[in-house]
């Protein structure tokens, strides 16, 4: 097929990735809503994708067509990313391009025995690699399909005379987003623009460095097939009655290239980081991450993580899930504060001299709290504007927990290795914390460790109950509750025969990993396996270890921080 038989596939491909826009000459407008879904009801079906669901009738047309193809399992996996490799697979897949097995690659980071190897050599001259400092030329196979990269493509797919008909102002005047898009691929996105083959979005954003789901793909395919006129016979022609998913589009059919392994039980993605080690914000093909120390995710699957190698100087991070790429929140004069004691005498709170510990999300109010000490301890809301939580008088602590009644209360664990105890606070928003427990007592649980070598080493977490707190660590191993009212404190159960690195407290469980196994454990203490690290394969070949951070996503999908690799990695479980 010649590169002009291409072009009306990847006109309409490069709208889907707007998911606005038209195909006409004319500046498009923002705000174009998709239309015109598939009116007939395919024969295939995945158990993960209901008829609710808004791709669910181009993700069933697609895969009838065998242009896109399931899970072994019977899922689809909508949600999961679609790498660059996996994209290339795509392009040669719908387009007709020719994948051959070379004995050559023209990218340091891709084997010849790479199962993805002859695609991206069928693609190369569309789908850029990346000039790394000493010189070598990459593709990055594993990284997300940004809608920058697939611009790029289009446009020389196309043809267009980038060198003379690009015009960046108009970019520049549309996109508030504009400086994100990377300089290389600022002509060819003016030039899409300028002849109508993508837009932005109805906050007049590009989202240049935004990646792609599998149902995104599902959509923008058949896109193709429906408006690709010289182009019909994409997918291989009339759908098909089968209703058994075959294994991902991502895995090649031809004799000549070689098999990847059918996907075990959970794959593994590189969100951000795997470069080195480093503090270095912008896309996540360039981002670095040096040791996070905690970590959240929000409803919208942003990533907030305290990064850095000494406990006093973190900087707060945010991987911001809708662009792809990571951003620093200096501490500055926002922190100030001017905190008044029991005598009165104000005491002016420098923000230099904050040190952050613990990042905290209420999902009930969509809120990132972050608590550290200075001279006190002191929990600051972050967003939409940083201001002080809650506080306690008690000066230097180490934040346990952070947990939340509801939109207004903060239940806190603050251990003190100065006098041997720990302490559980509840405050109301802006006020002081009132103490509701003290190991020293005996009327709370002791969450500190014996050695102040391990003091930061050492997590927890607490799940806020109705008139009771339940507690662990990973230093003592224990799962405890704080009755509150009448006054009752016990150990529930123990678990000495196992090592924990991390946990986390997530809808009324503790979920704890040791080495790359997360185990889920109920209020009860009951405990079984959650991953069995054996059950793990890589997308980018690289291992996990040793979970040291750990979270979920809003999808159920286990996100986690690997620190043998500096990166943020996403378990994909649904």
């Known amino acids: 097929m010649s590169v002009k038989k291409i072009t009306s596939l990847f006109i309409t491909a490069l709208i889907l990735f707007s998911m606005f826009g038209t195909a006409s000459a004319a500046l498009p407008g923002y705000g174009e809503e998709l239309q015109n879904a598939p009116s007939s009801t395919s024969t295939v079906t995945f158990t993960d994708v209901p008829t609710t669901h808004w791709a669910s009738k181009y993700i069933s047309e697609m895969a009838s067509r065998k242009v896109l193809e399931g899970y072994p399992d019977g899922k689809f996996r909508p949600e999961n990313q679609v790498s660059r490799a996996e994209f290339a697979t795509i392009i040669v897949k719908a387009s007709g391009l020719q994948a051959k097995k070379v004995n050559y690659s023209s990218f340091s980071d891709v084997k010849t025995t790479d199962w993805y190897s002859p695609f991206i050599e069928a693609v190369k001259d569309y789908m850029t690699g990346y000039r790394t400092a000493d010189g070598s030329y990459i593709f990055n196979p594993t990284a997300p399909a940004l809608r920058e990269d697939i611009t790029v493509a289009l446009v020389k797919l196309k043809g267009y005379d980038v060198s003379r008909l690009a015009n960046r102002s108009i970019i520049e005047a549309m996109f508030k987003d504009y400086a994100g898009i990377s300089e290389a691929a600022k002509d060819y996105v003016a030039v899409a623009v300028e002849n109508g083959l993508v837009s932005g979005y109805q906050d007049e954003t590009f989202r240049p460095q935004a990646s792609i789901t599998r149902a995104e793909a599902a959509t923008l395919l058949w896109r193709a097939y429906q408006f690709g006129n010289d182009n019909k016979g994409v997918g291989g022609g009339e759908p098909s009655t089968t209703t058994t998913p075959v294994p991902p589009v991502t895995q090649p059919t031809s004799p000549t290239t070689q098999q990847p392994p059918l996907p075990v039980k959970f794959s593994v993605d590189t969100l951000v980081g795997g470069l ?22 929000d409803k919208d699957n942003n990533i907030f993580f305290l990064d850095g190698d000494d406990r006093n100087f973190l900087k707060i991070r945010k991987f911001n899930n809708a662009n792809g790429t990571v951003e620093t929140k200096t501490i500055d004069r926002t922190f100030d504060w001017d905190y008044a004691a029991d005598d009165k005498t104000v005491t002016h709170l420098d923000y230099s001299k904050f040190k952050p510990q613990k990042l905290a999300y209420n ?174 394969t890589y997308n980018d070949g690289n291992p996990i270890n040793k979970i040291s951070q750990l979270g979920f996503d809003k999808f159920g999908n286990v996100i986690v921080y690997d620190d043998d690799n500096k990166a943020i990695r996403r378990i994909n479980l649904v």
């Open 276 to 297: 080195g080690k480093g503090q270095i914000d912008g896309p996540v093909r360039q981002a670095k991450i040096s040791e996070v120390q905690s970590m959240v995710i």
């Open 363 to 536: 999902g009930a109010s969509n809120k990132v709290y972050l608590g550290g000490t200075n001279n006190i301890d002191i929990i600051y809301e972050l967003s939409p504007v940083v201001q002080v939580a809650t506080y306690s008088s008690d000066s230097n602590g180490k934040f346990d927990f952070i947990g939340f009644d509801n939109h207004q209360s903060l239940t806190f664990g603050v251990s003190y290795y100065g006098n041997g105890s720990t302490k559980i606070f509840q405050g109301e928003k802006g006020g002081q914390a009132s103490s509701l427990a003290n190991s020293k007592e005996s009327t709370g649980v002791d969450l500190l460790p014996r050695s102040i070598d391990d003091l930061y080493r050492t997590m927890s977490d607490a799940i806020i109950a109705e008139q009771a707190i339940y507690t662990m660590n990973t230093y003592n191993k224990s799962l405890s509750k704080v009755q509150l009212y009448p006054r009752k404190v016990e150990t529930i159960a123990t678990f000495n025969n196992i090592e924990f690195d991390c946990l986390v407290a997530h809808e009324g469980k503790f979920y704890v990993a040791s080495g790359t196994t997360i185990y889920e454990i109920g209020l009860d203490g009951s405990r079984s396996v959650y991953v069995d690290g054996k059950d793990l």
